[in-house]
């Protein structure tokens, strides 16, 4: 792939409600990157064979990615258990896995001239799409505290689910994520580990930043 030379990239990892796409987001308003949500990807197929069960084929979702918008991965239907779900078991699908890469390596590597760079942040970001970034992190906390800042969304959302309930899902999605066969998430040995267990937002990006400054200011990049 011919990339865009000297732009700025940013590869993070992390568990399910950990805070990554939040500080994400902060690094891409800071930096003026690209962002993208790759984990959104799977579930915006999930919802799409949850949807067409009957019309779901390698051949339509191949064609649903190569046309996807950065705003289709908005949607709020995508933050549901069930889509969560079955987007950690299509993960493990290697096919869909390839499927998925040539549109995560573009957004990484060949952001519109609009952008300095980009960030993403999945399950394989640092180990598997973005190997070379300029900055790795992997970002994480205890599962109970992820536990509850997931459930403090969804009460926001009005859903109505248990603490328990989020608990044991996201017990099972740490599971499938970190022991499927294909890009299993881990943490690289050159990834900076973050967690924010005991961190305001504010206080992780305040980290974050000061990592990444340090770098750019002295140009060792």
């Known amino acids: ?98 499927m998925v890469k040539k549109f995560q390596l573009n957004c990484a590597y060949k952001p519109s001239k609009y952008y300095s760079g980009s960030v993403l942040d999945g399950r394989d970001i640092t180990s598997v799409i973005m190997k070379d970034a300029m900055f790795k992190f992997y970002i994480t906390a205890n599962i109970k505290v992820r536990a509850k800042r997931r459930f403090d969304e969804f009460k926001k959302l009005k859903k109505k689910i248990s603490y328990n309930e989020v608990l044991k899902s996201l017990r099972n999605r740490d599971n499938l994520d970190k022991n499927r066969k294909y890009s299993p998430l881990k943490k690289t040995k050159d990834s900076i580990l973050i967690n924010t267990s005991k961190l305001s937002k504010k206080a992780c990006f305040k980290k974050i930043k000061s990592i990444m400054d340090k770098k750019l200011i002295h140009g060792n990049i």
């Open 1 to 98: 792939m011919r990339r865009k030379k000297r732009i700025i990239t940013v590869a993070i990892d992390s568990p399910a409600a950990a805070g990554a796409g939040t500080q994400a987001k902060y690094i891409a308003k800071e930096y003026n990157l690209l962002y993208l949500d790759t984990g959104k990807i799977y579930r915006y197929i999930a919802k799409i064979k949850l949807k067409e069960k009957k019309n779901f084929s390698y051949k339509s979702i191949k064609k649903k990615i190569n046309n996807i918008k950065l705003k289709s991965l908005s949607s709020k239907s995508l933050l549901t258990d069930e889509v969560a779900n079955s987007a950690s078991i299509l993960a493990k699908n290697n096919k869909i896995r390839k």
